[in-house]
């Protein structure tokens, strides 16, 4: 994206993100977006966004795949990676190259790993308000050009959306109101990711299919993501409401019944 059309889009998006912040906002729905919005603005191959718990423990929240969120889990197993000192040091990491014997030798298991995932360059941005850090922002690369100083600076106002967001505009001294909010959004991230296990299996599809299938119904019917997720695994909702995506292969013979099971 370059000229008038990135500053257009990039409007469009901050927009976008002020209109979400009203009282009980969707907080995995926005980060969601926001997760995809800087693949979109960035011109970098994924995104995720992690955030820590009440215990001290980083946990992913958002990713643009699923390729990026199983990577954000294979880090956080290890313990090492540009996010988890990004978060620890509260300092940015930027053009990081994953293919450098020095870069190994920091991270082994992470950098290993992101290679064989498909990129080569990371950066990571803290998720922070004033001096408190609450997470970070990961962005990866497939191919191995540079961030500019403007794409580096863009990266960290996204950054920083997001802990407003995730924060509901309260200040962090308020710290028992900061933990349950956490606390929160990350067990209902829980939720949502086993109803995309669970419609991926239905639907014998990819589980980033599922997803947008199951984002796309929820905010069609103006359902909250933790909302819709807690009813489908209570078993409260007929997931054949749903509809499927495109990709998803066929489960009944013609003219069979068809499956109604929850």
Not at 86 to 110: K, M, S
Not at 130 to 154: C, E, K, T, Y
Request: one cysteine or more; proline letters at 4%.
């Amino acid at each position: 994206m370059i000229g008038m059309a990135r500053e257009q889009r990039l409007a469009e998006i901050f927009v976008e993100v002020a209109d979400s912040l009203v009282e009980d906002f969707d907080v995995i729905d926005l980060l969601q977006r926001l997760s995809t919005r800087c693949v979109e603005l960035l011109d970098v191959s994924a995104a995720g966004i992690l955030l820590v718990d009440a215990h001290g423990e980083l946990q992913i929240i958002a990713a643009s795949d699923e390729h990026a969120r199983l990577l954000e889990l294979f880090a956080l197993q290890h313990d090492q990676g540009p996010c988890v000192e990004c978060y620890r040091t509260g300092t940015a990491r930027t053009n990081i190259d994953l293919t450098r014997p020095e870069t190994t030798a920091a991270w082994p298991h992470f950098a290993g790993r992101a290679r064989e995932t498909g990129y080569v360059t990371t950066h990571a941005l803290p998720l922070r308000l004033r001096n408190r850090v609450v997470g970070a922002l990961n962005l990866f690369q497939s191919a191995p050009h540079r961030l500019g100083d403007a794409d580096i600076a863009l990266a960290q106002a996204l950054a920083d959306v997001a802990t407003i967001a995730i924060l509901q505009q309260r200040t962090l001294e308020q710290s028992h109101i900061e933990n349950s909010q956490l606390a929160t959004a990350l067990t209902s991230r829980i939720l949502v990711e086993q109803v995309k296990g669970v419609l991926a299996e239905r639907w014998n599809t990819s589980v980033d299919d599922a997803f947008a299938a199951f984002r796309s119904y929820a905010r069609a019917h103006q359902l909250r993501l933790a909302d819709l997720a807690t009813r489908i695994i209570a078993g409260g909702f007929d997931t054949a409401s749903i509809p499927a995506p495109a990709s998803a292969a066929p489960t009944t013979a013609p003219g069979a019944p068809e499956d109604r099971t929850r």
